[in-house]
């Protein structure tokens, strides 16, 4: 027995540890667990034989946690900072002086160090020649000087960076203006203290005319790339530039500003990306809300024994208060550490869980176009297909579709004036004055909009059906914490650690669902082949697992830790199969 | 402090009065001092030449860091004005510069109603027939012209 707890342990204990660590352990009581088993005899052998037999393919699973995703997660104004390690690692590693040169190595790499160092490793010498050879140096870098404005607008956004003070600053200041000099937008006399210049053009205007040309483009764009004013000239305002211009500006259209800047680079930055998640400020008129004491007794036992964070938490486990609350965006921005893709991220700040790419919530094993196309299927379709469904008939001859707004079931059409049965759909004479209609009688005829509809509707069902049990999640949550206080008190048996495996059950159902939830639109865009019948039996079985484990957890006792351990681990183990093999 | 016209305002208008641009006229409103009746006549050589063109002039509150928002007042047949007669012009929208001015967007106009793009429609009816029968389209255009910008008048 106590080998069998042991591999359950394991199991759910390797997803908070580092791969490395946990290969290790694992073979190392893979070996002692091999000569035990065959003692073993119990009822349960068939499910370890299950997992033994999978043996080979869970060190599989967890080498490549298809869900695996490195990433840090950096309040909007440590974005310096970023952009600092980026530029010393660059520099670091291909042994360069100039800070200019790492951010230009970036740029051209989607500010992608790791992409950058790759191809320099792949062969250094013609790396080398393609962007330092002195034909490229010197006509698109050094002497660009807009090409060095744009790169060092980057720079320095909320605080003085390392890298920004290695670069000398040109100072914005304009040579040779006319002490009486007259500004052509607001048609004013000016002193030349009073009048600016963008180096690279030269075209002079007032101080006053500049902030006013900026401010108004805050406000309308989306970008922070800035052009002069002069009609026709394409030079761009840098951000030095346009924030002195703003010296005299309210401090939350300079933050817009800024925020616009740290949006084009994350924009411009493939391994950048910002939280869609929103902040609660402060709840209005919030009321404290009353758990029983014995629900903050376990809270605060929770706290300290710390449930093992799988990185998928609630926003709350305590009665929702659904009151209005002030929010504002979250802004936080996400580093990754791999390749970008289609992966979760879970926000440390508002716990909002998202995809990488396409920042709306995580919807494995779908990629971003497919879960794009569902939605917007959804959106557009899903009230007008209810409301489809429940009022409306097609006219069994001409195929209008008729509303049912009251009445008997004797319908005309209006259009072909066909008359027939709305309960049957039989033409109305055949009904005579014997009703019939309550016999079944399979649709010989059926509309090829209804049976695309009728497709849709299937998986639609599914998928809202999952997220509606999802809600209920969180209420075996909370039922779950008052269970497990409830028995401790009781002396039913047990410690807090004991039960603590009730929680953990609700987080991997909570996961399972979820994953299940996204493989319905995931069916619905799979052609009919083998591969979505290979699909459809995984789904099924992951479905079936998730029940179970959902059926055993609703009365659940001490004596069943075990199997829903192991429960557990074939929940889990089943949802990685599905995503390891679909979700690229 | 809003009522007091910027200075740009007031030395545009000026100009515009003492130095007009030939063939096109733009007075303020007596009571708004911001929005400008403009007569473009239509140039030689084109489907709109005879023809006198109405159009209204507003100069919104952030101008000149936002363009001027123009409209024909008079019905005219051409692939970049719509039935509205709103304008598809690049310097009235993103190429808008606070170095233009009233006269120079005037002046755009009147090169439009010259040289007629219909590449970047905004009526799609007028610039496609402009596109597979420019000579009726012409036609259509100066019977416009004729109907609306000479007779009405």
Redesign the interface.
């Known amino acids: 027995m106590s080998v069998q707890l042991n591999l359950g342990d394991k199991l759910y204990i390797n997803d908070e540890k580092s791969t490395e660590d946990l290969d290790q352990n694992y073979d190392d009581d893979y070996d002692d667990e091999d000569d035990q088993y065959n003692y073993d005899d119990d009822h349960n052998n068939n499910y370890i034989c299950d997992s033994e037999g999978e043996m080979d393919d869970d060190n599989d699973i967890f080498q490549i946690d298809p869900e695996i995703f490195e990433y840090e997660i950096y309040p909007m104004n440590k974005i310096d900072s970023i952009l600092d390690k980026k530029c010393e690692k660059i520099l670091n590693a291909l042994n360069l002086d100039d800070p200019l040169d790492s951010l230009y190595l970036l740029k051209q790499f989607n500010w992608n160090p790791k992409t950058l160092l790759e191809v320099y490793n792949k062969d250094k010498s013609s790396f080398l020649l393609t962007y330092f050879s002195d034909d490229n140096n010197n006509n698109s870098k050094k002497s660009s000087s807009i090409h060095k404005n744009k790169l060092v607008s980057y720079l320095n956004i909320y605080s003085e960076s390392q890298i920004g003070s290695r670069i000398k600053k040109d100072a914005v200041k304009c040579k040779n203006i006319p002490v009486e000099s007259y500004c052509n937008i607001c048609c004013s006399s000016r002193t030349s203290s009073e009048m600016l210049s963008l180096d690279e053009c030269g075209h002079l205007f007032c101080t006053e005319c500049w902030q006013m040309h900026f401010e108004s483009l805050i406000g309308n764009s989306s970008g922070h790339f800035f052009e002069c004013m002069q009609t026709k000239c394409n030079v761009v305002a840098g951000k030095d530039f346009v924030l002195k211009c703003l010296e005299n500006t309210d401090s939350n259209r300079i933050e817009k500003y800024k925020k616009l800047v740290v949006l084009d680079l994350v924009n411009e930055s493939e391994d950048l990306q910002i939280c869609p998640g929103e902040l609660v400020i402060k709840a209005k008129n919030s009321i404290p809300s009353t758990p029983k004491t014995h629900v903050s007794h376990f809270k605060l036992i929770s706290t300290v024994t710390s449930t093992p964070t799988v990185s998928f938490n609630f926003k709350s486990t305590s009665p929702v208060t659904e009151l209005p609350q002030e929010t504002k965006k979250c802004d936080s921005i996400v580093w990754i550490k791999n390749k970008p893709s289609a992966k979760r991220v879970v926000c440390t700040t508002c716990e909002t869980q998202f995809c990488f790419l396409c920042s709306t919530p995580y919807h494995a094993p779908n990629n971003c176009s497919t879960i794009r196309k569902w939605n917007l299927k959804c959106q557009d379709d899903s009230e007008t297909r209810n409301y489809l469904l429940v009022h409306t008939q097609d006219c069994p001859k001409c195929k209008v579709c008729i509303e049912k707004n009251g009445g008997c079931s004797h319908m005309t059409c209006n259009r072909c004036k066909h008359e027939f049965c709305w309960v049957c759909g039989n033409d109305w004479k055949t009904h005579g004055p014997t009703y019939d209609c309550n016999r079944y009688k399979g649709n010989s005829e059926q509309d090829t909009a209804r049976e695309a509809l009728n497709r849709y509707t299937h998986y639609y069902h599914r998928w809202i059906n999952h997220s509606n049990s999802l809600k209920f999640e969180k209420a075996l949550r909370e039922q779950c914490q008052l269970k497990i206080t409830e028995k401790i008190m009781n002396k039913e048996g047990g410690t807090l650690v004991d039960w603590e495996f009730l929680t953990e059950a609700v987080d991997i159902l909570t996961k399972a669902r979820y994953t299940l939830q996204y493989t319905y639109p995931y069916a619905y865009y799979l052609e009919s082949n083998e591969v979505k019948m290979l699909f459809e039996n995984i789904q099924a079985e992951l479905e079936r697992e998730v029940e179970n484990l959902s059926h055993s957890l609703e009365k659940v006792n001490l004596n069943d830790k075990f199997n829903i351990k192991i429960q557990m681990s074939i929940v889990e183990k089943r949802r990685k199969t599905l995503l390891k093999d679909f979700f690229q | 402090m809003s009522n007091l016209l910027?200075?740009?305002i007031?030395?545009?208008t000026q100009r515009l009065m003492q130095e007009p641009v030939p063939g096109i006229s733009a007075t303020p409103d007596e009571s708004n001092a911001k929005y400008f009746h403009v007569m473009i006549l239509g140039p030689s050589e084109s489907p709109y030449e005879g023809g006198a063109f109405k159009l209204e002039l507003f100069l919104p509150e952030?101008y000149?860091?936002?363009p001027p928002k123009v409209r024909f007042m008079t019905k005219i047949y051409h692939p970049n004005i719509d039935k509205l007669g709103r304008i598809c012009l690049d310097i009235l929208k993103d190429k808008w510069?606070?170095?233009?001015q009233i006269r120079?967007v005037l002046l755009s106009i009147q090169a439009l109603l010259s040289a007629p793009n219909p590449d970047d429609p905004l009526d799609n009816q007028v610039a496609n027939q402009w596109k597979v029968n420019e000579a009726e389209a012409i036609k259509t255009a100066k019977e416009w012209t004729k109907k609306y910008a000479i007779d009405s008048n």
């Open positions: 910027p200075t740009r007031l030395k545009e952030e000149p860091m936002a510069s606070p170095a233009l120079t």
